[in-house]
T-cell receptor, first 114, second 113 residues
Framework: DGGITQSPKYLFRKEGQNVTLSCEQNLNHDAMYWYRQDPGQGLRLIYYSQIVNDFQKGDIAEGYSVSREKKESFPLTVTSAQKNPTAFYLC?????????????FGPGTRLTVL | AQSVTQLDSHVSVSEGTPVLLRCNYSSSYSPSLFWYVQHPNKGLQLLLKYTSAATLVKGINGFEAEFKKSETSFHLTKPSAHMSDAAEYFCVVSRNQGGKLIFGQGTELSVKP
């Protein structure tokens, strides 16, 4: 099956700890994206990558970091510098980077800080 | 700059009645517009998209949307609601830069039996 997988589905973190969320795609897409979703709000862009070994900050990058060493993988690290990390995190990928291309989403990871 | 506004945060309909979810957009160029659906604790699924072809766009599960440039609207409709349509719906506009998207706040659709 082609698609996007995110793991784990649920993640609990103690304050002060870094945690890494996994995102893998087997769609052979060039571009990948990380979003944060809070209750009653739309999605906000954290980071995106249009090509391997390159990525750009989105609208709310502070307290997060990413890497793109392989085309199919785009892990997100939530660092201790992120003041309010409890949220639902969604990864997406897209074949190209034009305005008419479609983003496909993974099932999400719910992060809770204890 | 681009923006999108979903006019209703919550819509409730009875099963078998029509659905209307309203979306207005702002864009300095001809936009690409999308509707996505999200069921609880799930990822987003594309319902339909408009990319400057036909103004009436048909999507999955009987949904359709009409692009009206004069009204800057892209409302989502369905003739007859089903219980399985209960979900959160997002209207989205493309930023035309790196494939980035701008999401509306979402409309929660409830379907009563």
């Amino acid at each position: 099956d082609g698609g996007i997988t995110q793991s784990p589905k649920y993640l609990f973190r103690k304050e002060g700890q870094n945690v890494t969320l996994s995102c893998e795609q087997n769609l052979n897409h060039d571009a990948m994206y990380w979003y944060r979703q809070d209750p009653g709000q739309g999605l906000r862009l954290i980071y995106y990558s249009q090509i391997v070994n390159d990525f750009q900050k989105g609208d709310i990058a502070e307290g997060y970091s990413v890497s793109r060493e392989k085309k199919e993988s785009f892990p997100l690290t939530v660092t201790s510098a992120q003041k309010n990390p409890t949220a639902f995190y969604l990864c997406a990928s897209m074949r190209g980077s034009t305005s008419t291309d479609t983003q496909y989403f993974g099932p999400g990871t719910r992060l809770t800080v204890l | 700059a681009q923006s999108v506004t979903q006019l209703d945060s919550h819509v409730s309909v009875s099963e078998g009645t029509p659905v209307l979810l309203r979306c207005n957009y702002s864009s300095s160029y001809s936009p690409s517009l999308f509707w996505y659906v999200q069921h609880p604790n799930k990822g987003l699924q594309l319902l339909l998209k408009y990319t400057s072809a036909a103004t009436l766009v048909k999507g999955i599960n009987g949904f359709e949307a009409e692009f009206k440039k004069s009204e800057t609207s892209f409302h989502l409709t369905k003739p007859s609601a089903h219980m399985s349509d209960a979900a959160e719906y997002f209207c989205v506009v493309s930023r035309n830069q790196g494939g980035k998207l701008i999401f509306g706040q979402g409309t929660e659709l409830s379907v009563k039996p």
